[in-house]
């Protein structure tokens, strides 16, 4: 509409424009002015028709000299200045179409001041003046001025109109490609709109959400499954309030196939005109709802969710969330936490593998969740350690929970028991500690067992804690010595080698036994480090032997745990190197347990391949004795102490001790009687084919300096 208006305007001041032209060049020709003042004036008539037909700028200079110099010329030619007066019209109203306001003021007024001067010059000095004819003669300026001024602002208008609309359009096609690829579901309610159809305007995903197709009625359900125009329960009112909070409301929409889709919807009532079209003033109506399928979301925050709340492998609640659990159970009440370690799954781990340490987990996860049933909940804190809630639980109830479990599990377990005491201050934290506590008192008592916990035990602990720390101090300072145990060749009674036992001169207590030594080392895992300091301790004791022209072996206990690091061999070699040991010269005694793990067979034969030797202690109390001999590399059996001690006085340990010695026969490897305490034990021993043994019938342990004592004194009598 703009413009066709614009080019309306434009073709009828053209047409005024010539109109009046050429009646100006008409009415000074058939005047009677000089011919030469006529000619000049149609000629330069011609010379403005040729450029509004050439189309050439309308607001050049040339053009507006060439203009002016026709009305100039035009009011000389003529005894009156009407027809130059139309011409200035003309051209004035043909340059206002075609300018904006500012361009053609300013090329208007050479024109305008050359009609006033030459009209004034006619009516005053003419041939016919007349004075009185100044007033008709100026005053049609007043309204050319204000009608070209009009018609100037009008087609400025009709312009802003055609941009704007242009603009328009352009953003009209620019919001329909938007609107069409959103993945957000636009719609437009009216709850004021008669019939069933509440839907006003919708764009394409709106249509694909809500499976709306054809021309039939269309709604958008709540959550209630009435149309949410028309909710009685008030939905669109809820979901307009939490707009206001910048919050969308969420709920679940049943598509034709069954599947369930959760919607996210923000709303906002539109501004719609009205009869009261006040700025500001809303619709009560129209609302506008963006809807997003938010189902995908959703679902991986379920999983996420789940995930940190369950562990992944057992299913049993994860440790974060098995902790808020008894947080809030401590917040309610008086619970009860039973804190389970699985006593053999090292074993079985290291013996068989991840993934059959896993299934295991498994299996006793779901034993201990058949044991708790309702009664609590069950989590899993990590590794192979379980634990297990329950709310308002006492001593019995979580003592007989307890012993279920044990039973169901039919596996060693050590389980530790803490009841909440109801204190304002007591925390997770505490209670997981006081139940960790119980726990290992019940592994090192024997495992298999629950353990309650009581004040007892915190003491315990802190002196274990402060043993602990004690104990990695001790390997600072050194203050560990070696004590030695003679073997003992039977045949000869002469000493042929020595055990290194570790022992604790501490600055305070004196010197400590062994085993406690031993088995909090063992708890810490310091035992490493103190293996390592007792194996090239022991060593440099060997070499200052070899000095004084004792020619005996030496043999080291080492752990399970020094066993499979990843540097033992290198430790080995590094020792015999540092210390000069010839490698044949040194036992390495370990027992069945250090041997469980695949790696060990390997780890023991780069042990001979540097020349050491290796002994097989504390045989027959394992539970696979005879398929170790089979597949390991012994050069010495020690039978464990158990058998031997008990020689004399069951007629079975004769019995067990002679079949071993004649299976160490059959491989051809030495064996050595350990815990030999009387003659009659090493006679036997002896009898039997036994080649070596020691115990305190040859001698306890004792310093390096007493112990050369021992090598030097006379052949110990065996009769």
């Not at 000095?547 to 072996?553: A, F, N, P, T, Y």
Request: net charge negative.
């Amino acid at each position: 509409m703009a413009d066709t208006g614009l080019r309306r305007t434009r073709w009828l001041t053209d047409a005024f424009a010539w109109f009046t032209t050429v009646g100006l060049a008409a009415s000074v020709l058939a005047g009677a002015a000089p011919i030469a003042l006529r000619v000049a004036v149609a000629v330069l008539v011609l010379v403005v028709l040729v450029w509004w037909i050439s189309r050439r700028a309308p607001g050049s200079w040339w053009l507006v000299g060439v203009e002016t110099a026709v009305i100039g010329l035009g009011c000389l030619a003529l005894p009156n200045p009407q027809p130059a007066l139309g011409f200035l019209f003309g051209l004035a109203a043909r340059r206002a179409v075609r300018g904006e306001l500012g361009p053609y003021l300013v090329r208007a007024m050479p024109a305008l001041a050359a009609y006033l001067l030459a009209a004034l010059y006619v009516l005053l000095a003419g041939v016919n003046p007349d004075p009185y004819q100044i007033a008709p003669a100026l005053f049609p300026l007043l309204g050319l001025v204000i009608g070209t001024l009009a018609l100037s602002d009008a087609v400025r208008a009709l312009g802003a109109a055609r941009t704007a609309y242009g603009e328009v359009a352009a953003a009209n096609e620019r919001l329909d490609v938007v609107l069409r690829t959103t993945p957000v579901a636009l719609v437009v309610l009216d709850p004021g709109q008669a019939g069933e159809d509440t839907v006003t305007m919708f764009n394409d995903r709106a249509a694909e959400l809500f499976e709306w197709t054809g021309d039939g009625p269309r709604s958008v359900r709540c959550a209630h499954g009435s149309d949410l125009a028309r909710c009685e329960r008030g939905c669109l009112a809820r979901c307009l309030a939490s707009a206001s909070e910048g919050e969308p409301v969420e709920w679940s929409h049943r598509r034709t196939d069954g599947s369930v889709r959760t919607i996210a919807v923000h709303s906002a009532q539109l501004p719609e005109p009205s009869a009261d079209s006040r700025p500001g003033r809303r619709s009560s109506e129209a609302v506008l709802l963006a809807c997003v399928d938010v189902s995908a979301q959703r679902e991986l925050a379920d999983r996420l969710r789940r995930r940190a709340e369950r562990d992944e492998l057992t299913g049993a609640a994860s440790r974060a969330h098995f902790t808020d659990l008894l947080r809030a159970a401590l917040d309610r009440g008086r619970p009860a936490l039973l804190l389970i370690d699985l006593d053999d799954f090292k074993e079985v781990n290291d013996a068989h593998g991840h993934p059959v340490g896993d299934q295991f987990l498994v299996q006793a996860a779901g034993r201990i969740g058949s044991a708790v049933g309702s009664a609590g909940v069950v989590g899993r804190l990590g590794g192979d350690e379980f634990a297990v809630l329950v709310e308002d639980g006492d001593q019995d109830r979580a003592g007989e929970l307890a012993e279920r479990v044990l039973a169901e599990l039919a596996i060693p377990a050590s389980i530790g028991i803490a009841l909440a005491s109801g204190d304002a201050e007591e925390s997770a934290d505490v209670l997981l500690r006081d139940a960790d506590t119980a726990m290992y008192t019940a592994k090192r008592a024997g495992g298999n067992r629950f353990q309650l916990f009581h004040a007892e035990l915190r003491t315990a602990l802190l002196r274990r804690q402060q043993d602990e720390a004690e104990l990695r101090q001790a390997l600072v300072d050194e203050q560990f010595v070696l004590y030695f145990q003679p073997i003992v060749d039977l045949r000869t009674g002469t000493v042929s080698g020595a055990e290194a036992l570790i022992r604790w001169q501490h600055p305070e207590r004196g010197l400590l036994p062994p085993a406690p030594l031993v088995e909090l080392a063992e708890e810490t895992g310091l035992i490493v480090p103190l293996g390592t300091w007792a194996l090239r301790a022991a060593c440099r004791q060997a070499v200052r032997w070899h000095r004084d022209g004792i020619e005996i072996g030496m043999s080291v206990n080492v752990s399970a745990r020094q066993l499979h690091t990843a540097d033992f061999v290198d430790t080995v070699d590094a020792a015999l190197r540092d210390t000069g040991l010839a490698p044949e010269r040194l036992t390495l005694e370990l027992t069945e347990s250090a041997l469980v793990r695949p790696s060990a067979l390997e780890v023991l034969r780069r042990i001979r391949a540097l020349g050491v030797r290796v002994a097989l202690d504390d045989f027959g109390t394992g539970y696979s004795s005879l398929s170790y001999l089979q597949r390991h590399p012994f050069d010495l059996i020690k039978i464990d102490r158990s058998f031997t001690g008990r020689l004399g006085g069951a007629p079975a340990a004769a019995g067990i001790v002679r079949c071993v010695l004649d299976l160490a026969a059959v491989l051809g490897t030495p064996v050595v009687g350990e815990g030999v305490e009387t003659v009659e034990q090493a006679r036997f021993l002896a009898s039997a084919g036994c080649a070596l043994a020691q115990g305190y019938h040859f001698g306890r342990p004792v310093p390096p300096s007493e112990f050369l004592q021992t090598v030097q004194a006379e052949p110990i009598p065996l009769a």
